[in-house]
T-cell receptor, first 117, second 118 residues
Framework: DTAVSQTPKYLVTQMGNDKSIKCEQNLGHDTMYWYKQDSKKFLKIMFSYNNKELIINETVPNRFSPKSPDKAHLNLHINSLELGDSAVYFC????????????????FGEGSRLTVL | AQKITQTQPGMFVQEKEAVTLDCTYDTSDPSYGLFWYKQPSSGEMIFLIYQGSYDQQNATEGRYSLNFQKARKSANLVISASQLGDSAMYFCAMREGIIIQGAQKLVFGQGTRLTINP
């Protein structure tokens, strides 16, 4: 019963290739995110989607393109991979509207470790 | 400017001792939320505790408590009676402003690697 699941967990690929990471959440959340964790463990937001609509688009190269077919899925496609893209990519989700008290905490997937050779 | 600062890259503590992980933040928004996450060596991010800027009391969750000092802009995590399984990276994070659909983002600190020694 994984709440936020990402596939694949590991990706090893050559420079110049295109790759995708898929993410699904079964928490009924309305907002999903992609975060990147670099080799120094620093976590930075890349994108945020709310009900399939792109809301946050941080300074990320155009080679990164998120796609949200519905509010439970958020995929990340990366074109022309570069060495500097090697990182762990985390998908996350949160609830930003609902009954009761909302903290807005993020629920993270297990991460997808991308290695570009 | 750094929004979240964690000044301790690494901490070493004896099992069963209490440990305090430091976090200071920078915001001019009166409404914000502060979070702590744990990342064990297996890599997943685990939510530990939340503190809202208007909360009158410090947040507590089991062995975790948050020492919230608003005037100092600090939100230190206190782990009581540490256990070997507490060894992990710990991240402090902040959400500025109120929660708006999809527009909220958490900004993370650099993390503190905590090692519990037997």
């Amino acid at each position: 019963d994984t709440a936020v699941s990402q596939t694949p967990k590991y990706l090893v690929t050559q420079m110049g290739n295109d790759k995708s990471i898929k993410c699904e959440q079964n928490l009924g959340h309305d907002t999903m995110y992609w975060y990147k964790q670099d080799s120094k463990k620093f976590l930075k937001i890349m994108f945020s989607y709310n009900n399939k609509e792109l809301i946050i688009n941080e300074t990320v190269p155009n080679r990164f393109s998120p796609k949200s077919p519905d509010k439970a899925h958020l995929n990340l496609h990366i074109n022309s991979l570069e060495l500097g893209d090697s990182a762990v990519y985390f998908c996350a989700s949160s609830l930003t509207r609902g009954r009761g008290f909302i903290t807005g905490e993020l629920f993270f997937g297990e991460g997808s470790r991308l290695t570009v050779l | 400017a750094q929004k979240i600062t964690q000044t301790q890259p690494g901490m070493f503590v004896q099992e069963k001792e209490a440990v305090t992980l430091d976090c200071t933040y920078d915001t001019s928004d009166p409404s914000y939320g502060l979070f702590w996450y744990k990342q064990p060596s297996s890599g997943e991010m685990i939510f530990l505790i939340y503190q809202g800027s208007y909360d009158q009391q410090n947040a507590t969750e089991g062995r975790y408590s948050l020492n919230f000092q608003k005037a100092r802009k600090s939100a230190n995590l206190v782990i009581s009676a540490s256990q070997l399984g507490d060894s992990a990276m710990y991240f402090c994070a902040m959400r500025e402003g109120i929660i708006i659909q999809g527009a909220q983002k958490l900004v993370f600190g650099q993390g503190t690697r905590l090692t519990i020694n037997p």
